[in-house]
Every structure is written in structure tokens, then in C-alpha cells.
């Protein structure tokens, strides 16, 4: 077969596809020895005339969700091009990897852990004793708040999962309606009052009280398309902290479709509610329409959910399949329904952001906060912000340039 290494042409194929899928699942796709059979005999199907046909032949069994597909690209030209280039990038873990289409391409961490697990004792290049200052560096802890979730490896991910699940939120207490009783409250408690001059004799002193606070309903809509899976990760280990710490807490996930998963969040194993999401929601890294998923909310679930002054976060990239269609009405009335509107956005990271697409300019006018949500330090910027009343905006025709410096 044409470009595919000469080792896998000496009935070694089997045994080649086998140790290609260790190194995918390594990596982190699902890839277990019944994919490896089916591999195989998908390879026997299509045979090995065709370089195009063996790639998706093994494209079609291994991989099953559209964020698994760049992995699978990298790892497959590495290994089925030339073994040596296999060693040389196991030895020396090149930042950039040259794949035909992708030149420049950044080579996916969790491809590289993936190959560097898999070299052998033997073949490792012996190391040498290096003695670094530690003056003037960053300590693993603070690289680990300020690296980005997409290009986190492996080890990385589960440390931030681990800190996402330390993160305490504590929202900013409004006042209700009830009373209760407080010796320095504004108002005197007349029923209070007469209750303790029955049970005692003489004159007491009057019982006071004061409106009672408890911290708002918290709403979470979450994007999970294509562009956002690997944040959808993070933020789901978060919701699942935050629901079963605190009462109020609604959780929505959308792509295509609106899916409720605060039942399924509810569930005290984080491994168990996280398979009771993946198997309630069945638009997973799909497109996303913004406009479609707000109107069926609006419809459905607001009454229900935004009472009492709810705090809405709204997580999103805000690139809309359906380019804006009925967006701007939809989150102008879910910004009327909420006291407070806070747009989370991994884009806004880039320093030269601009909200060019039809779907963010349609957002941005009817939200109250915009902020960017792509590490750990960001995340914990938002938790601290949520503690504290932010500012309500009723006209937004100047809001961007100064959510941009406060970004």
C-alpha cells in the first residue's frame, strides 16, 4: 500500500492495527480489543490497495465522536508513515507535527503522552541529571490555572477535574420576601412581641425582624457542539460539584437540542452521572442552533426555573448553524426573565477578539456580563464574580468596549 510503513506488509498487520489502537486509547479514545477485531477485519474488507480506504476503514471502527477525529488524523499519519518518524517523535516529542492539509498543526498533547507510554524500556534514550533554578519560574499549580482546557494533557485534565470539584460557589444573597426575626431589624415583630409578653410578666422589650435573604435560583445553559466538547468536559464536572452542594441549581446542555440533565447530575458518583448525561443527551459535538434551543427554553422551562431572580449562565461560543435566525428575540426575553445574564466565552481568550459572527452580535447586546471561561484561573474569576451583585444593564448599545477592558 502506498505511504503505509513496510513493517505492517510482513504479516504484521494485525499485530500493527493492535498496538495503533493502544496508542489511540492511551490517548483517550474508547478503543478496546472489540475494536480491534472489527478493525482488522474491516482492514480484510477494503484490503490494502487504496491508503485512502485503509484510513477510513480504521477511521470508520475507532473513532465515534466528532472531537476524536484530530487525534485520530495525527496519530495515524505518525504511524502507518514511517516507524523511524514513530521513534524519532516518542524520543523527542516535536511540538509541531507536518500532516498533508494541516501543515503547522499543533500536535494534540494527549497523542504525544499517548507514544511517549508506548516506547519501550529499552529504546528510551538515556537520561541525564539536570539541575534547574527554580527562581524567577511558575510552580506546576499556577502553570496548571493559566493553561488552557483544550491543550491540556491527560495528567492535566484529571488535576483540573480534582480543582474544579474544590471550587466553592457561593452566590450573592438577595432578600426575599419573608421576614425573619433579627434583633437589629428595621421592622418590629408585633406577633413575636406578644408571644413573649404571654410567657412572661412585666415589661420585655420589643421583638424586631428583618427580610430574610437566600441566594438566587442558578440556571446553566451549556454548549456542547463540536467546537466546545472539550470545555463541555470541565464545566460538567463542575455542574456536577455545584448541584450536589447546593439547592436551585438547573443545568441545560444544547447543540441541535435542549436536554435538562440536573436529574442526572443530581447522581452522587461523578463517573455514574456523567453516563446517565452522555446517554440522555444524543446531540454531542453536532451543530449548534442558539436561537432554536432558547426559544424551546423560553417556552418550557423558564417560568419553572428563572423565579425569585434567577442568575443565568450562558455558555457558549456563540457560533449559530442557523446564522442568528430568531436569536436576538430569544436572549432579549431570557435577559427580561433573569436578574442577571453572564455570558461565558472560550473565544474571548484571543487578545484580538472581535464578536464578528451574526450570532454574537445578536447576544451580545442583551447580556450583562461577558467573560472568558477557558482555564482554571478564568473559571475561578467567574466563581468569585457570581459571590457578588454584579451590574444589571438595561441598555447595551455601549456595552462591548467596556465588557472588553473588564474582560
Same mark, same amino acid.
Given at each position: 500500500?502506498?505511504?503505509?510503513?513496510?513493517?505492517?506488509?510482513g504479516?504484521?498487520?494485525?499485530?500493527?492495527?493492535?498496538?495503533?489502537?493502544?496508542?489511540l486509547?492511551?490517548a483517550? &479514545?474508547?478503543d478496546?480489543?472489540g475494536? %480491534?477485531?472489527?478493525a482488522?477485519?474491516?482492514?480484510?474488507? %477494503?484490503?490494502?490497495?487504496?491508503?485512502?480506504d485503509f484510513?477510513?476503514a480504521?477511521?470508520a471502527?475507532? %473513532?465515534?465522536?466528532?472531537?476524536?477525529?484530530?487525534?485520530? #488524523?495525527?496519530?495515524f499519519h505518525?504511524f502507518?508513515?514511517?516507524?523511524?518518524?514513530l521513534?524519532?517523535m516518542?524520543a523527542l516529542?516535536?511540538?509541531e &507535527?507536518?500532516v498533508p492539509g494541516? *501543515?503547522?498543526a499543533?500536535?494534540?498533547?494527549r497523542?504525544?503522552?499517548?507514544? +511517549?507510554?508506548?516506547?519501550?524500556?529499552?529504546?528510551?534514550?538515556?537520561?541525564e541529571?539536570? =539541575?534547574?533554578d527554580a527562581a524567577m519560574?511558575?510552580?506546576g499549580?499556577e502553570?496548571?490555572?493559566m493553561t488552557d482546557f =483544550?491543550?491540556?494533557?491527560?495528567?492535566?485534565m484529571?488535576?483540573?477535574?480534582e480543582?474544579?470539584k474544590?471550587l466553592?460557589?457561593?452566590?450573592?444573597?438577595r432578600?426575599?420576601?419573608?421576614?425573619?426575626?433579627?434583633?437589629?431589624?428595621?421592622r418590629? #415583630?408585633?406577633?413575636? $412581641?406578644?408571644?413573649?409578653?404571654?410567657?412572661?410578666?412585666?415589661?420585655?422589650?420589643l421583638?424586631r425582624k428583618? @427580610?430574610a $435573604?437566600r441566594?438566587p435560583p442558578?440556571?446553566?445553559?451549556c454548549d456542547?457542539?463540536g467546537?466546545?466538547?472539550?470545555? $463541555?468536559?470541565?464545566?460538567?464536572?463542575?455542574l456536577?460539584?455545584?448541584?450536589?452542594?447546593?439547592?436551585?441549581?438547573?443545568?441545560?446542555?444544547?447543540? $441541535?437540542?435542549?436536554?435538562?440533565?440536573?436529574?442526572?447530575?443530581?447522581t452522587r458518583?461523578?463517573? *455514574?452521572?456523567?453516563?446517565?448525561v452522555?446517554?440522555? !443527551?444524543?446531540?454531542?459535538?453536532?451543530?449548534?442552533?442558539?436561537?432554536?434551543c432558547l426559544a424551546?427554553?423560553?417556552?418550557?422551562?423558564?417560568r419553572? !426555573?428563572l423565579?425569585?431572580?434567577a !442568575?443565568?449562565?450562558?455558555?457558549s461560543d456563540?457560533? #449559530?448553524?442557523?446564522?442568528?435566525?430568531?436569536?436576538?428575540?430569544e436572549?432579549e426575553?431570557?435577559?427580561?426573565?433573569?436578574? +442577571? &445574564?453572564i455570558? &461565558?466565552n472560550?473565544?474571548?481568550r484571543y =487578545?484580538?477578539?472581535a464578536p464578528?459572527?451574526?450570532?454574537?452580535?445578536a447576544i451580545?447586546?442583551?447580556?450583562d456580563?461577558?467573560?472568558?471561561v477557558?482555564?482554571?484561573?478564568?473559571?475561578?474569576?467567574v466563581v468569585?464574580?457570581l459571590? *457578588?451583585?454584579?451590574?444589571r444593564?438595561?441598555?447595551?448599545?455601549?456595552?462591548?468596549?467596556e465588557m @472588553?477592558k473588564a474582560?
Amino acid at each position: 500500500m502506498d505511504g503505509v510503513a513496510p513493517a505492517s506488509a510482513g504479516g504484521n498487520l494485525v499485530a500493527n492495527i493492535m498496538h495503533f489502537a493502544r496508542v489511540l486509547r492511551a490517548a483517550g &479514545l474508547p478503543d478496546g480489543p472489540g475494536k %480491534v477485531l472489527q478493525a482488522v477485519e474491516a482492514v480484510r474488507a %477494503v484490503g490494502l490497495e487504496s491508503r485512502a480506504d485503509f484510513y477510513w476503514a480504521l477511521h470508520a471502527v475507532l %473513532v465515534n465522536r466528532r472531537d476524536q477525529r484530530l487525534i485520530f #488524523d495525527q496519530a495515524f499519519h505518525v504511524f502507518w508513515r514511517n516507524p523511524k518518524l514513530l521513534e524519532r517523535m516518542m524520543a523527542l516529542l516535536l511540538p509541531e &507535527l507536518q500532516v498533508p492539509g494541516q *501543515e503547522g498543526a499543533e500536535m494534540s498533547r494527549r497523542l504525544a503522552e499517548a507514544l +511517549r507510554t508506548g516506547q519501550g524500556e529499552a529504546e528510551r534514550p538515556r537520561e541525564e541529571k539536570v =539541575e534547574l533554578d527554580a527562581a524567577m519560574t511558575f510552580s506546576g499549580r499556577e502553570l496548571l490555572q493559566m493553561t488552557d482546557f =483544550e491543550k491540556m494533557s491527560n495528567a492535566e485534565m484529571d488535576a483540573a477535574r480534582e480543582a474544579v470539584k474544590r471550587l466553592a460557589l457561593a452566590l450573592a444573597e438577595r432578600p426575599t420576601r419573608r421576614f425573619a426575626a433579627d434583633p437589629r431589624g428595621a421592622r418590629i #415583630d408585633m406577633r413575636a $412581641t406578644l408571644r413573649a409578653q404571654l410567657r412572661a410578666s412585666g415589661l420585655i422589650a420589643l421583638k424586631r425582624k428583618d @427580610r430574610a $435573604t437566600r441566594p438566587p435560583p442558578l440556571v446553566v445553559l451549556c454548549d456542547i457542539s463540536g467546537s466546545m466538547s472539550r470545555y $463541555t468536559r470541565i464545566f460538567l464536572h463542575f455542574l456536577h460539584a455545584v448541584i450536589n452542594d447546593r439547592d436551585r441549581v438547573h443545568a441545560f446542555l444544547f447543540g $441541535t437540542r435542549l436536554t435538562n440533565i440536573t436529574r442526572q447530575l443530581r447522581t452522587r458518583d461523578v463517573d *455514574e452521572a456523567l453516563d446517565k448525561v452522555a446517554t440522555a !443527551v444524543e446531540d454531542w459535538s453536532g451543530g449548534t442552533r442558539i436561537g432554536q434551543c432558547l426559544a424551546e427554553f423560553n417556552r418550557r422551562w423558564s417560568r419553572r !426555573v428563572l423565579g425569585q431572580g434567577a !442568575v443565568v449562565l450562558f455558555i457558549s461560543d456563540g457560533l #449559530d448553524r442557523d446564522a442568528g435566525a430568531g436569536l436576538a428575540q430569544e436572549i432579549e426575553r431570557l435577559h427580561k426573565s433573569c436578574s +442577571r &445574564l453572564i455570558w &461565558l466565552n472560550p473565544l474571548l481568550r484571543y =487578545e484580538g477578539f472581535a464578536p464578528k459572527s451574526l450570532g454574537m452580535k445578536a447576544i451580545l447586546p442583551h447580556v450583562d456580563e461577558f467573560r472568558p471561561v477557558h482555564n482554571l484561573e478564568s473559571l475561578a474569576a467567574v466563581v468569585a464574580a457570581l459571590a *457578588e451583585n454584579g451590574p444589571r444593564r438595561l441598555s447595551a448599545a455601549a456595552a462591548w468596549p467596556e465588557m @472588553r477592558k473588564a474582560g
